[in-house]
């Protein structure tokens, strides 16, 4: 999954994130669940966006709606963060 492209859907077209990274937080909170986990995204430089759930489609994995976070932007393209507990 590390390297695929996303595309976060609006209503006048579509904007490509790549994973960039996915990240352990911790242990499961009890046995049998997941453990928690976050999920970095990377877009084009100078790229803003509002922190709210977006609509994320990816040929493999299909359509799920994500919750997303900028957490920087530089040179190297702009960041975006989702986690799950």
């Known amino acids: 999954m590390v390297g695929q492209t996303f595309e976060a859907i609006f209503t006048d077209g579509r904007l490509p994130l790549t994973l960039a990274e996915v990240i352990l937080l ?3 909170r009890e046995a049998g669940l997941r453990a928690p986990f976050s999920l970095q995204f990377h877009g084009r430089a100078g790229l803003r966006l509002s ?5 994320l489609e990816n040929p493999a994995v299909g359509a799920m709606e994500i919750f997303l976070v900028q957490i920087g932007d530089g040179a190297d393209g702009s960041k975006f963060e989702a986690i799950f507990n």
């Open 51 to 55: 922190q709210r759930i977006y609509r």
């Open 26 to 28: 911790g242990q499961p």
